[in-house]
């Protein structure tokens, strides 16, 4: 079974492997603080 946040990872990793820039990615996460998008 997958669990939900290991879709957020899958999903925020393959935006940034489709060269999607962090701060998009940053509000399509929802994540306040750019650095929780970058650090992760």
């Known amino acids: ?3 939900p946040h290991a879709l957020r ?3 925020c990793s ?3 492997e489709k060269g ?3 701060k998009v990615v ?3 996460m ?3 603080h750019y650095s929780t998008t970058i650090d992760i």
């Open 1 to 3: 079974m997958t669990r």
């Open 9 to 11: 990872h899958t999903f």
């Open 14 to 16: 393959r935006c940034f």
């Open 20 to 22: 999607i820039t962090p």
């Open 26 to 28: 940053q509000q399509l």
């Open 30 to 32: 929802g994540h306040a």
